[in-house]
């Protein structure tokens, strides 16, 4: 009898399974496709599948709000710059939307113990100030200077919020976390320390690479400088700059702009007229997953070994090292300011202790519960409990995957004859200077194969 009831559930218990997984690699499957058109510089089928993608209510849910990030990149890279403002605008009212009801998240989170997927996509710290730094670029390039500077202060002021908010989010999570009936077990499991020494080897460059303070980009601060400066704020062009000169002690382009900006302040003089390269390097890290068998406490001291599944970020490569620069026969090279992927390890390096417990959490939930079935000789619906939690056992990969591995710069002084040109290992661009007193070239090349997308902005 046991046999013939064994054999009627497991072709259900399969059915079962294979709905939890696809549920589960949906968001996985959907990142790897947009992915490769955007790898490949095939914007427009990039954007195509996204609005495929997005959900079209008005309440945001699900993936909604990396679809909207992920749009407002592509039609970026179009020179869309109305629609991608569009997108990082309804970007930015799905943050607003999870942010005033952090509570409400929290919940969500503490109560995912299928897998960390079905909680919506909230945003990223990093995700906010790109945004809005993302979108005083496009009113540049559409010759709208009071709407960018709306939006570099708002970049800034999420960068002065950013360690408070976070550190809200963390402790509104743990709290809740913390009613779950299997807390208790799932913490004893992440301070075994064979599990600490796992995690350790697994995810060595995590413990050892130097992450950003306090959640600050670079990119964000010096761009916004070099805006102020361009338009003539030195005040507040020299603040930025100064906070600039203090995270890139080493960047000639930096040191330069904010020694002429406090020379400029003290003599009263204008800022001599001068050209700043931007160079959007390949692309940032994506999400894989990583299945670990890890010890867990399973009611009271039985410890048993059970898999879970944690997202590892992998790197992407650089387009090229750096950019070469020629005017009036001079040399120059692109230098680091922002390393994107460093700030991007920083925040998941932070976020990293939660989404072991939530796997741990969840792992714990589904073993205590097969375990009693075990235990009451449940063989069947043993069977399924075991089908389910393998099925359902899936790591969060999803990250904003349109941002660039790093971010360099150069300054020179305006040639006479308007006339640069750039080299990035391939043939050589010319960039034709209009008549200006001030310059940004900004450019973007995701990877090696692609050519780089220039964008000329004058003040």
């Known amino acids: 009898m046991l046999q013939r009831l064994k054999m009627r ?23 790897a496709a947009f992915n490769r058109q955007f790898e490949t510089g095939q914007w427009a089928s990039a954007s195509s599948f996204a609005h495929r993608i997005i959900n079209k209510s008005e309440t945001p849910k699900g993936d909604d709000l990396l ?45 995912a113990v299928v897998n960390d997927n079905v909680i919506p996509y909230t945003g990223s710290i990093y995700d906010g100030i790109m945004v ?35 550190a809200k989010q963390i402790q509104a999570v743990r709290d809740e976390l913390d009613k779950n009936q299997h807390s208790t077990l799932a913490r004893r499991s992440t301070e075994n320390a064979d599990l600490r020494s796992r995690l350790e080897q697994k995810y060595s460059s995590l413990y050892s690479f130097e992450a950003y303070s306090d959640f600050i980009s670079p990119f964000s601060t010096y761009l916004a400088g070099v805006f102020f400066a361009a338009t003539d704020d030195y005040a507040k062009a020299s603040d930025l700059l100064k906070e600039s000169a203090g995270m890139l002690p080493d960047n000639h382009a930096v040191l330069e702009d904010f020694a002429e900006v406090e020379q400029a302040l003290n003599t009263g003089l204008s800022l001599p007229p001068t050209v700043w390269v931007f160079f959007e390097n390949g692309l940032g890290p994506v999400k894989e997953e990583v299945r670990l068998d890890l010890p867990l406490f399973v009611v009271t001291n039985n ?14 490569p650089a387009a090229t090292a750096y950019l070469d620069l020629r005017a009036q026969g001079q040399s120059y090279q692109t230098e680091p300011v922002a390393d994107m ?12 202790d939660g989404i072991v417990l939530r796997a741990v959490l969840s792992a714990t939930a589904k073993a205590a519960a097969q375990y009693s079935l075990e235990r009451n000789k449940s063989e069947a619906a043993a069977i399924l409990m075991a089908l389910y939690s393998y099925a359902t056992t899936a790591a ?40 200006c007193r001030h310059a940004i070239v900004y450019v973007k090349m995701v990877s090696s194969v692609t050519n780089p997308t220039i964008e000329l902005i004058t003040f």
């Open 303 to 316: 410890v048993r070994y059970f898999g879970i599944a944690l997202p590892m970020l992998v790197f992407r």
């Open 67 to 111: 679809w909207a990030l992920q749009l407002g990149a592509t039609e970026r890279m179009q020179g869309r710059y109305a629609e991608s403002t569009a997108w990082f605008d309804k970007a930015e009212e799905m943050m607003q939307y999870y942010a005033t009801d952090p509570a409400a998240i929290a919940r969500s989170v503490a109560a």
């Open 341 to 352: 992927d460093r700030i991007i390890q920083t925040e998941f390096k932070n976020e990293f």
């Open 9 to 31: 559930w497991l072709p259900l218990a399969a059915v079962w399974a294979a709905i939890a997984a696809g549920g589960c690699n949906a968001p996985r499957e959907h990142l």
């Open 132 to 166: 809005n730094t993302y979108k005083a670029l496009n009113y540049m390039c559409e010759e709208n200077a009071e709407l960018a500077r709306v939006e570099f202060n708002r970049a800034m002021d999420r960068q002065r919020r950013a360690k408070e908010d976070f």
């Open 396 to 435: 969060d990969v999803r990250i904003w995957s349109a941002l660039p591995k790093n971010v360099q710069a150069a300054r020179l002084p305006r040639p006479a004859d308007g006339r640069l040109i750039l080299a990035a290992g391939q043939t050589p661009m010319t960039v034709q200077l209009p008549d």
